[in-house]
Protein backbone atom coordinates (compact mmCIF):
# COMPACT_ATOMS: atom_id res chain seq x y z
CA UNK A 1 0.00 0.00 0.00
CA UNK A 2 1.01 3.54 -0.76
CA UNK A 3 -0.83 7.05 0.23
CA UNK A 4 1.05 9.63 -1.63
CA UNK A 5 0.53 13.66 -1.77
CA UNK A 6 1.14 14.19 -5.29
CA UNK A 7 2.18 18.26 -5.49
CA UNK A 8 -0.73 18.83 -2.84
CA UNK A 9 -1.50 22.39 -3.01
CA UNK A 10 -4.25 24.22 -0.40
CA UNK A 11 -5.01 27.59 -0.62
CA UNK A 12 -7.71 29.03 2.00
CA UNK A 13 -9.79 31.79 0.92
CA UNK A 14 -8.68 35.11 2.86
CA UNK A 15 -10.92 35.80 5.74
CA UNK A 16 -13.07 39.30 5.46
CA UNK A 17 -11.43 40.45 2.34
CA UNK A 18 -7.95 39.07 3.49
CA UNK A 19 -5.46 37.83 0.26
CA UNK A 20 -5.97 34.14 -0.30
CA UNK A 21 -3.33 32.17 2.36
CA UNK A 22 -1.28 29.19 0.79
CA UNK A 23 -0.81 27.06 3.34
CA UNK A 24 0.80 24.29 1.23
CA UNK A 25 2.01 24.52 -1.95
CA UNK A 26 3.04 21.77 -3.97
CA UNK A 27 4.43 19.52 -1.60
CA UNK A 28 5.22 15.67 -2.50
CA UNK A 29 5.58 12.79 0.29
CA UNK A 30 5.28 9.40 -0.11
CA UNK A 31 4.14 7.08 2.65
CA UNK A 32 4.31 3.08 3.11
CA UNK A 33 3.37 0.38 6.41
CA UNK A 34 6.46 -0.60 7.94
CA UNK A 35 8.09 2.86 7.13
CA UNK A 36 7.98 6.02 9.67
CA UNK A 37 8.83 9.23 7.94
CA UNK A 38 8.31 12.60 10.01
CA UNK A 39 7.04 15.91 9.02
CA UNK A 40 9.12 18.60 10.56
CA UNK A 41 8.46 22.62 10.96
CA UNK A 42 7.44 25.49 13.05
CA UNK A 43 4.29 27.16 13.66
CA UNK A 44 2.48 27.78 10.45
CA UNK A 45 4.29 26.13 7.95
CA UNK A 46 1.39 24.02 6.91
CA UNK A 47 2.16 20.78 8.79
CA UNK A 48 -1.59 20.35 9.83
CA UNK A 49 -2.85 21.32 6.76
CA UNK A 50 -1.00 18.36 4.76
CA UNK A 51 -2.34 15.97 7.68
CA UNK A 52 -5.93 16.84 6.92
CA UNK A 53 -5.35 16.66 3.16
CA UNK A 54 -3.75 13.11 3.33
CA UNK A 55 -6.67 12.15 5.46
CA UNK A 56 -9.17 13.09 3.40
CA UNK A 57 -10.64 15.23 5.34
CA UNK A 58 -10.16 18.59 3.16
CA UNK A 59 -9.74 18.37 -0.62
CA UNK A 60 -6.26 19.80 -2.54
CA UNK A 61 -6.72 22.93 -4.47
CA UNK A 62 -4.23 21.39 -6.88
CA UNK A 63 -2.29 18.13 -6.96
CA UNK A 64 -3.52 14.66 -5.55
CA UNK A 65 -3.24 12.66 -2.60
CA UNK A 66 -3.75 9.30 -3.26
CA UNK A 67 -3.84 5.58 -2.49
CA UNK A 68 -2.13 2.70 -4.41
CA UNK A 69 -2.53 5.44 -7.39
CA UNK A 70 -6.39 6.68 -6.81
CA UNK A 71 -6.71 9.59 -6.10
CA UNK A 72 -9.17 10.46 -3.54
CA UNK A 73 -11.02 12.73 -5.36
CA UNK A 74 -12.09 10.02 -7.96
CA UNK A 75 -12.76 7.01 -5.19
CA UNK A 76 -15.70 5.08 -5.60
CA UNK A 77 -17.83 3.75 -2.22
CA UNK A 78 -15.86 1.05 -1.83
CA UNK A 79 -12.34 2.40 -2.24
CA UNK A 80 -13.29 5.07 0.08
CA UNK A 81 -14.55 2.65 2.64
CA UNK A 82 -10.81 0.83 2.50
CA UNK A 83 -9.60 4.14 2.54
CA UNK A 84 -11.50 4.93 6.16
CA UNK A 85 -10.28 2.23 7.60
CA UNK A 86 -6.66 2.12 6.22
CA UNK A 87 -5.46 5.27 7.13
CA UNK A 88 -6.26 6.65 10.67
CA UNK A 89 -5.67 9.44 12.28
CA UNK A 90 -4.27 10.08 16.06
CA UNK A 91 -4.14 13.46 17.08
CA UNK A 92 -3.12 15.49 20.42
CA UNK A 93 -5.82 13.85 23.06
CA UNK A 94 -5.99 17.77 24.21
CA UNK A 95 -7.76 18.21 21.19
CA UNK A 96 -10.51 16.57 22.73
CA UNK A 97 -10.07 13.41 20.86
CA UNK A 98 -11.44 11.02 23.86
CA UNK A 99 -15.28 11.84 25.32
CA UNK A 100 -14.68 12.43 28.70
CA UNK A 101 -18.07 10.37 29.15
CA UNK A 102 -17.05 7.09 27.39
CA UNK A 103 -14.83 4.16 28.85
CA UNK A 104 -12.05 2.80 27.66
CA UNK A 105 -13.63 0.00 26.30
CA UNK A 106 -16.59 1.86 24.78
CA UNK A 107 -14.96 4.17 23.21
CA UNK A 108 -12.61 1.39 20.98
CA UNK A 109 -15.73 -1.00 21.25
CA UNK A 110 -17.60 1.86 19.35
CA UNK A 111 -15.08 1.99 16.59
CA UNK A 112 -14.83 -1.65 15.97
CA UNK A 113 -18.68 -2.37 15.65
CA UNK A 114 -18.54 0.70 13.38
CA UNK A 115 -16.57 -0.49 10.97
CA UNK A 116 -17.89 -4.31 11.27
CA UNK A 117 -14.08 -5.39 12.71
CA UNK A 118 -15.52 -7.42 15.01
CA UNK A 119 -19.36 -9.08 15.14
CA UNK A 120 -20.18 -10.94 18.25
CA UNK A 121 -19.78 -9.06 21.81
CA UNK A 122 -17.00 -11.94 22.51
CA UNK A 123 -14.97 -10.86 19.67
CA UNK A 124 -15.51 -7.13 20.35
CA UNK A 125 -14.01 -8.05 23.69
CA UNK A 126 -11.33 -10.36 22.36
CA UNK A 127 -10.05 -7.35 19.65
CA UNK A 128 -10.53 -4.20 22.36
CA UNK A 129 -8.23 -6.41 24.97
CA UNK A 130 -6.00 -7.24 21.82
CA UNK A 131 -5.13 -3.52 20.97
CA UNK A 132 -4.93 -2.12 24.29
CA UNK A 133 -2.17 -5.41 25.07
CA UNK A 134 -0.46 -4.05 22.04
CA UNK A 135 -0.05 -0.24 23.37
CA UNK A 136 1.14 -1.84 26.68
CA UNK A 137 -2.17 -0.84 28.22
CA UNK A 138 -2.10 -4.25 30.54
CA UNK A 139 -3.53 -6.13 31.71
CA UNK A 140 -6.13 -4.92 29.40
CA UNK A 141 -9.33 -5.52 31.75
CA UNK A 142 -8.01 -2.92 34.47
CA UNK A 143 -8.53 -0.45 31.70
CA UNK A 144 -11.61 -1.32 30.00
CA UNK A 145 -14.09 0.46 32.82
CA UNK A 146 -12.10 3.42 33.16
CA UNK A 147 -13.00 7.11 31.84
CA UNK A 148 -10.46 9.34 30.35
CA UNK A 149 -10.33 11.86 33.48
CA UNK A 150 -8.57 8.31 35.48
CA UNK A 151 -6.33 7.93 32.89
CA UNK A 152 -2.55 9.81 32.94
CA UNK A 153 -1.79 11.85 29.18
CA UNK A 154 0.55 9.26 28.40
CA UNK A 155 -2.05 6.64 28.64
CA UNK A 156 -4.53 8.54 26.92
CA UNK A 157 -2.43 8.94 23.83
CA UNK A 158 -1.84 5.09 24.11
CA UNK A 159 -5.85 4.43 24.33
CA UNK A 160 -6.36 6.97 21.54
CA UNK A 161 -3.23 4.79 19.43
CA UNK A 162 -5.26 1.79 20.35
CA UNK A 163 -8.56 3.10 19.15
CA UNK A 164 -6.74 3.50 16.10
CA UNK A 165 -5.25 0.23 15.29
CA UNK A 166 -8.32 -1.61 16.10
CA UNK A 167 -9.10 -1.18 12.60
CA UNK A 168 -6.33 -2.27 11.32
CA UNK A 169 -4.84 0.52 9.50
CA UNK A 170 -1.69 0.17 7.29
CA UNK A 171 -1.14 4.01 8.12
CA UNK A 172 -1.52 6.21 10.55
CA UNK A 173 -1.03 9.90 10.50
CA UNK A 174 0.01 11.38 14.05
CA UNK A 175 -0.23 15.24 14.21
CA UNK A 176 1.23 16.68 17.36
CA UNK A 177 0.28 13.30 19.13
CA UNK A 178 2.85 13.76 21.60
CA UNK A 179 3.82 17.36 21.82
CA UNK A 180 1.46 17.67 25.22
CA UNK A 181 3.84 14.57 27.27
CA UNK A 182 6.31 15.22 29.22
CA UNK A 183 9.93 13.96 28.08
CA UNK A 184 9.98 10.66 29.66
CA UNK A 185 6.55 9.67 29.26
CA UNK A 186 6.79 11.06 25.50
CA UNK A 187 9.23 8.96 24.87
CA UNK A 188 7.92 5.86 25.76
CA UNK A 189 4.91 6.62 23.50
CA UNK A 190 7.70 7.04 20.49
CA UNK A 191 9.27 3.77 21.67
CA UNK A 192 5.94 2.10 21.42
CA UNK A 193 4.83 3.90 17.93
CA UNK A 194 8.31 2.57 16.64
CA UNK A 195 7.57 -0.76 18.09
CA UNK A 196 4.33 -0.86 16.18
CA UNK A 197 6.18 -0.47 12.99
CA UNK A 198 7.51 -3.76 12.92
CA UNK A 199 4.98 -5.89 15.30
CA UNK A 200 1.56 -4.91 13.15
CA UNK A 201 3.44 -3.68 10.24
CA UNK A 202 1.74 0.00 10.28
CA UNK A 203 3.57 2.50 8.73
CA UNK A 204 3.54 6.64 9.89
CA UNK A 205 3.33 10.04 8.79
CA UNK A 206 4.21 11.75 11.94
CA UNK A 207 3.99 15.00 12.12
CA UNK A 208 5.75 17.64 14.67
CA UNK A 209 7.52 20.69 15.34
CA UNK A 210 9.78 19.27 17.54
CA UNK A 211 12.95 17.75 15.30
CA UNK A 212 14.62 16.22 18.02
CA UNK A 213 12.01 13.87 18.87
CA UNK A 214 12.16 12.29 15.66
CA UNK A 215 16.01 11.33 15.48
CA UNK A 216 15.42 7.77 17.13
CA UNK A 217 12.28 6.79 15.93
CA UNK A 218 12.24 8.39 12.05
CA UNK A 219 13.41 6.29 8.76
CA UNK A 220 12.74 9.43 6.62
CA UNK A 221 12.44 13.51 7.76
CA UNK A 222 10.80 16.16 5.74
CA UNK A 223 11.19 19.91 6.46
CA UNK A 224 8.42 22.67 6.30
CA UNK A 225 8.83 26.04 5.77
CA UNK A 226 6.12 28.55 4.44
CA UNK A 227 3.94 25.83 3.05
CA UNK A 228 7.20 24.09 1.31
CA UNK A 229 9.17 21.37 1.62
CA UNK A 230 12.55 22.27 1.71
CA UNK A 231 14.27 19.08 2.30
CA UNK A 232 14.04 15.73 2.80
CA UNK A 233 16.28 12.49 3.48
CA UNK A 234 16.79 9.83 5.92
CA UNK A 235 16.65 10.49 9.77
CA UNK A 236 20.49 10.17 9.70
CA UNK A 237 21.42 12.77 6.65
CA UNK A 238 18.84 15.10 7.81
CA UNK A 239 21.11 15.29 11.88
CA UNK A 240 24.18 14.44 10.44
CA UNK A 241 24.38 16.88 6.81
CA UNK A 242 21.56 18.90 6.67
CA UNK A 243 21.63 20.80 3.83
CA UNK A 244 18.98 23.73 3.90
CA UNK A 245 19.39 26.72 5.87
CA UNK A 246 16.34 26.19 7.74
CA UNK A 247 17.54 22.66 8.63
CA UNK A 248 20.56 24.06 9.90
CA UNK A 249 18.77 26.64 12.15
CA UNK A 250 16.14 24.14 13.41
CA UNK A 251 18.99 21.78 14.86
CA UNK A 252 21.29 24.70 16.46
CA UNK A 253 18.27 26.33 17.67
CA UNK A 254 17.21 22.82 19.47
CA UNK A 255 21.43 22.44 20.88
CA UNK A 256 20.65 26.49 22.03
CA UNK A 257 17.96 24.62 23.84
CA UNK A 258 19.82 21.94 25.14
CA UNK A 259 22.73 23.62 26.15
CA UNK A 260 19.75 26.10 28.24
CA UNK A 261 18.39 22.79 29.85
N1 LIG B 1 -9.28 26.95 7.61
C1 LIG B 1 -8.34 27.85 7.37
N2 LIG B 1 -8.65 29.03 6.78
C2 LIG B 1 -7.70 29.95 6.54
N3 LIG B 1 -6.39 29.78 6.82
C3 LIG B 1 -6.01 28.64 7.39
C4 LIG B 1 -6.96 27.60 7.71
N4 LIG B 1 -6.29 26.57 8.28
C5 LIG B 1 -4.99 26.93 8.33
N5 LIG B 1 -4.81 28.16 7.80
C6 LIG B 1 -3.53 28.88 7.64
O1 LIG B 1 -2.65 28.05 6.93
C7 LIG B 1 -1.30 28.17 7.41
C8 LIG B 1 -0.76 26.80 7.81
O2 LIG B 1 -1.47 26.33 8.95
P1 LIG B 1 -1.24 24.88 9.58
O3 LIG B 1 -2.19 24.75 10.75
O4 LIG B 1 -1.33 23.87 8.52
O5 LIG B 1 0.25 24.97 10.10
P2 LIG B 1 1.03 24.05 11.14
O6 LIG B 1 2.41 23.93 10.63
O7 LIG B 1 0.26 22.81 11.38
O8 LIG B 1 1.02 24.94 12.44
P3 LIG B 1 0.68 24.52 13.93
O9 LIG B 1 1.79 23.61 14.36
O10 LIG B 1 0.66 25.83 14.67
O11 LIG B 1 -0.66 23.85 13.89
C9 LIG B 1 -1.38 29.17 8.57
O12 LIG B 1 -1.03 30.43 8.06
C10 LIG B 1 -2.84 29.13 8.97
O13 LIG B 1 -3.23 30.36 9.54
Redesign the pocket.
Known amino acids: MRLEAISAT?T????RGAAP?N??NAASIVAEPGRFIAIV????????????MLLGL?PVTEGHIELDGVPIATMNRSQRQHFRTSVQAVLQDPAGSLNPRKTVGRAIGEIIQLHRMASTRAEVREKIEEVLELVRLTPASAYLDRYPSELSGGQRQRVLIARAIALDPRIIVA??CVSALDASVKAGVLRLLRGLTERIGVGYVF?T?DLPVVKKVADEVHV?RH?EIVESGTTEQIFNAPAHPYTKSLLESELTLDAIA
Open positions: KFRGRVAVGESGSGKSTLARIDEIHMG
